[in-house]
């Protein structure tokens, strides 16, 4: 059985952009951001890939057509083979009349009334409408699907589902939160052998969403939201939540039923609804660090009490020992290792894909799971956690053809395996940023080791070296170490986690290795750590080890391989423009060591 999954939809941001006046990045902050494509082949994910990685438009929400077209040549397939398209949205027009409802319901104004309802309407027939999607499709792809062949899987339960398949396939209790679904913001309930249950008295309204409300806030602080949630993330460490905290005292309602609330209902299509209250609480917006951080931590402050109080509830309602979080507050890393520590679950997992980056994998395992030919059997024989490398990979005749490009400017070296090793572990003593290349693109929004910078973390300045000489981005923002899973319990309190593959999870840095690891330490004294092992990343994992053998340093820094405001690179040209239009020392391009001239 073959799926395809798809996200992505060729009007919506220029439907945005009429409607809401919404530009740029920050038009993708409600529907059908991070595009992408996923095909599973009865069962086993073969390839997924985001659309941004392949048309270089960050958090893109246009019809994902590089990615479609790249996941079936990797399969060598056509779109006649596909057995079933699934999507990751089902607006029905149950759902549209729900949602309309709920408007004339509200307490806003007759005329803001009036435009939702209009704006809605219009919405559901020239965007997110199965008939509108599938005619989507055959505009970008010149085939239509057999409506008997197309799956439409509410967005959440696609969540929940990417979870599960990518986790293996085990028994587990689920917390989905993000910005909005079709109707919802949240919810809990359980997988059982592949069948999901919704406990429906946990659902809480888009009105009330805590990734809407972040995101709102991240607006206020001057950074772009459903985009820099992460920047908020990095002020709240260089402030204590105020006390009292008026976003947990006054906003934040949490109710005996597990769900939550807020004193002001937001406005999901005004993210500047909110400003007025955010000021009455922290006076006048300033733009300056003892006042953003401040906000800062008391946002995430409330983000976390409000997803403890959902975990405490979901502990009474389950027998189950695994805990999957998904949806974009899954992202929210700070609040992810609390949450674990706080709960009675043996084991908490948020994936590589807990985004809407995932949600194609989730909607395609959903569909293959729920077809009734797929047996109990099939799911045991694919229960597997899924490797993140699932995009594109270039050859040594690609990368040799993309340098031929670059022949008057770069200096390059051939080596064999251990010697790339070796060298780059050599060089990474010295206070260096290197570029690395290898393999198939890590899928989601961390950059996992095989499109990554790399640095040497010994040294303290090298946090502000890469952030204004590379990533030109902000020099409060904190960069991630590599650490070996056997070694990560002895240089981080890693509390109940024995690992963190994804980089999903935060822990403090012992003391005897603050001073050891400078640049890879926050200001609060934590670290957002990769665990790595030979199995998963061997190269890279023999390249930490040599490097340890080196300094006795355990860590790299790992960040990202692009610069702010663009994707992550894919091809060995991106790499190279990226490389020749920053500070970066050396890169790494498969065999290849590259220095410019």
């Known amino acids: 059985m073959i799926v395809l999954g798809c996200n992505g939809f060729s009007r919506v941001s220029e439907f945005f952009s009429e409607r809401f006046g919404a530009t740029g990045i920050n038009k993708h902050y409600l529907l059908g951001h991070d595009a992408a494509a996923a095909l599973l082949i009865d069962g086993r994910l073969v390839a997924a890939v985001e659309e941004e990685r392949l048309n270089r438009e960050k958090k893109t929400t246009d019809f994902p057509a590089h990615a479609i077209d790249w996941c079936l040549k990797e399969a060598g397939i056509t779109l006649d083979d596909v057995d079933v398209f699934a999507f990751p949205w089902n607006w029905s027009a149950q759902v549209l009349g729900e949602i309309l409802d709920g408007i004339r319901g509200s307490s806003a104004p007759e005329t803001v009334k009036t435009g939702l309802i209009d704006n809605m309407a219009d919405l559901f027939e020239q965007v997110v409408s199965p008939g509108a999607i599938l005619a989507d499709f055959e505009a970008r792809t010149g085939h239509r699907p057999d409506p008997a062949k197309v799956r439409f899987v509410p967005h959440h339960l696609a969540h929940a589902t990417t979870g599960y398949y990518l986790a293996g396939m085990k028994d587990a209790a689920f917390l989905v939160s993000d910005g909005r679904a079709e109707r919802f913001s949240t919810l809990t309930g359980e997988i059982r052998d592949g069948r999901i249950t919704v406990f429906d008295d946990t659902v809480v309204g888009a009105q009330y969403s805590m990734g809407t409300l972040f995101s709102a806030i991240t607006r206020f602080l001057g950074f772009v939201p459903n985009n820099d949630e992460y920047k908020v993330m990095g002020l709240a460490g260089y402030a204590e939540p105020p006390v009292p905290n008026p976003f947990v005292d006054k906003l934040l309602r949490l109710h005996d039923d597990g769900r939550y609330s807020f004193t002001e209902p937001l406005r999901t299509d005004d993210l500047h609804s909110h400003d007025a209250l955010f000021e009455a609480y922290f006076g006048p917006f300033e733009d300056t660090l003892a006042y953003t951080s401040r906000v800062a931590a008391a946002a995430q402050q409330m983000l976390n009490v409000a997803t403890a109080h959902q975990v405490r509830h979901l502990e009474k309602r389950t027998d189950l020992d695994r805990l999957l979080f998904e949806g974009g507050v899954a992202l929210n890393c700070l609040n992810n290792t609390p949450l674990f520590e706080g709960s009675r679950f043996a084991d908490m997992q948020v994936s590589f894909g807990a985004s809407d980056t995932g949600i ?28 993140p490398y699932l995009g594109p990979a270039y050859d040594e005749a690609a990368i040799e053809e993309a340098l031929r490009e670059f ?48 640095a040497n973390p010994g040294f303290s300045d090298i946090k502000d070296i890469i952030n204004t000489r590379v990533k030109h981005r902000e020099p409060f923002r904190p960069f991630a170490p590599l650490v070996l899973e056997e070694q990560a319990p002895t240089v981080f309190e890693m509390g109940r986690k024995t690992s963190s593959p994804y980089m999903t999870f935060v822990f403090p840095v012992r003391d005897a290795y603050r001073d050891r690891i400078p640049g890879a330490v926050h200001v609060d004294g934590t670290s957002r750590i990769q665990t790595l092992t030979d199995e998963g990343t061997p190269r890279l994992t023999a390249l930490l080890r040599k490097f340890t053998d080196l300094t006795d340093t355990p860590c790299l820094i790992n960040t990202s391989f692009n610069v702010a405001g663009e994707p992550i690179v894919c091809t060995p040209t991106d790499a190279l423009n990226c490389f020749m239009g920053t500070e970066i020392d050396y890169l790494v391009l498969g065999n290849h060591l590259v220095a410019k001239n």
């Not at 194609?360 to 490797?387: F, K, Q, S, Y």
Request: without cysteine; hydrophobic residues 45%.
């Open 407 to 454: 022949a008057d400017r770069v200096v390059v070296t051939r080596l064999d395996e251990d010697e790339i090793v070796d060298h780059v572990a050599k060089l990474l003593t010295e206070k260096v940023v290197i570029g690395w290349f290898e393999g198939r693109v890590e899928h989601g929004p961390r950059a996992l080791g095989h499109r990554s910078i790399l």
């Open 360 to 387: 194609t994998i989730g909607a395609a395992a959903r569909a293959w799971l729920d077809d009734p030919g797929t047996t109990p059997e099939d799911i045991r024989a694919a229960d597997a956690p899924v490797t």
